[in-house]
């Protein structure tokens, strides 16, 4: 996160202190083998609503993370002894849209099964975020809404994965700028 505030030319510590006591929530995922893979999806496409998240997939199981990149489902081969970053929902607000939540799924496979952990970081429920001032400007207008980080959680948690859809809680809309 602090080089990701760097890379904008922003102070090292500007997200951390914006996060406030920070929420870390662990996932455990496991999917077994599946028959058919090709009708049976591991987890739906979604983006995370964390702010980061720190993924480890455990040795010998299937490639199963895949990412939408182009619009195409690109897997992310694993790498040994290394985890994988994602950037979530909470970044892309913060940022004004300049780093994007990466709209990712979980695939199965017909005879491996697969394990990961994952770690969500993510702002205290209390606080309320919205793009930070200097990465709005006449050039880059402000696309996302203030609002509490509780209720995005509430509204992420209780919505199905869809897609990048739970993002539109805090997307003002184009027509907007029209
Ligand atoms: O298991 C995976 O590779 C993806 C897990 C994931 O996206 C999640 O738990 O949010
Ligand atoms: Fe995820």
């Known amino acids: ?4 505030a760097i890379s904008l030319g922003l102070k090292g510590n500007v997200f951390e202190e914006m996060f406030g006591e920070e929420v870390q929530a662990v996932r455990m995922n496991y999917y077994p083998p599946c028959s058919r893979p090709d009708l049976v999806m591991g987890l739906s496409p979604h983006s995370d609503g964390s702010g980061l998240t720190v993924l480890q997939q455990a040795k010998g199981g299937s ?7 182009d619009n195409n489902w690109v897997s992310v081969q694993p790498i040994p002894n290394s985890l994988v970053i994602n950037i979530g929902d909470t970044m892309e607000v913060l940022t004004n849209g300049k780093y994007k939540s990466v709209e ?3 695939v199965t496979h017909k005879e491996k099964d697969r394990l990961t952990i994952v770690t969500f970081y993510a702002p ?19 696309k ?3 609002y509490n980080h509780g209720e995005y959680s509430k509204h992420y948690v209780t919505n199905r994965l869809q897609g990048k859809k739970t993002l539109d809680f805090a997307k003002i809309p184009d027509s907007y700028f029209a």
């Open 144 to 146: 996302y809404r203030r």
């Open 104 to 106: 990712h799924r979980a």
């Open 1 to 4: 996160m602090k080089h990701i």
């Open 124 to 142: 205290s429920y209390e606080i309320e975020l919205g793009p930070i001032s200097e990465l709005v400007n006449e050039r880059n207008p402000c």
């Open 63 to 69: 490639v199963g993370l895949q990412i939408l990149k």
